[in-house]
């Protein structure tokens, strides 16, 4: 029971940091790599390319990890190129978070390093 609100509780503060993140003007450094993150974790995107001002991202999407290798330089990984098209960026990124055990523990380390970096402000 306890580790499901806890779920709740992850999934609820990043949305809240989405939100935060979202703001009318420029979008700041550490809020744009907070949307590169995000997207690259839903999609499993090897690199994202935010065009805020056009309302695009454009993507490299890996296909299949199998080929995939940390020990060596990696020169043909399948990947899928896209470029999507998103009217509120707020809403875009709300959809692209998802809710398996995985993501959720990604999302907590982004809140940790996001929370960490304002105290550090505020000191």
């Known amino acids: 029971m306890e580790n499901s609100s806890l779920r709740r509780r992850v999934l609820m503060e990043i949305e809240n940091l989405v939100a935060r993140s979202c703001p009318k003007q420029k979008v700041p450094l550490k809020f744009e790599n907070l949307h590169v993150a995000i997207l690259k974790n839903h999609y499993n995107a090897a690199d994202v390319v935010?065009?805020?001002?056009?309302?695009?991202?454009?993507?490299?999407i890996v296909m299949d990890d199998r080929?995939?290798?940390?020990?060596?330089?990696?020169?043909?990984?399948?990947?899928?190129h896209a470029n999507l098209w998103f009217r509120n960026l707020c809403d875009f990124l709300k959809t692209c978070i998802d809710n398996d055990s995985k993501s959720v523990?990604?999302?907590?380390?982004l809140l940790k390093?996001?929370?960490?970096?304002e105290m550090s402000l505020v000191a």
Do not use: C, E, M
């Open 105 to 109: 523990a990604f999302y907590a380390g």
């Open 50 to 60: 935010f065009d805020y001002h056009r309302g695009r991202v454009s993507l490299d």
């Open 67 to 80: 080929d995939y290798d940390p020990k060596r330089i990696n020169l043909s990984v399948p990947t899928l």
């Open 113 to 117: 390093s996001y929370q960490s970096n």
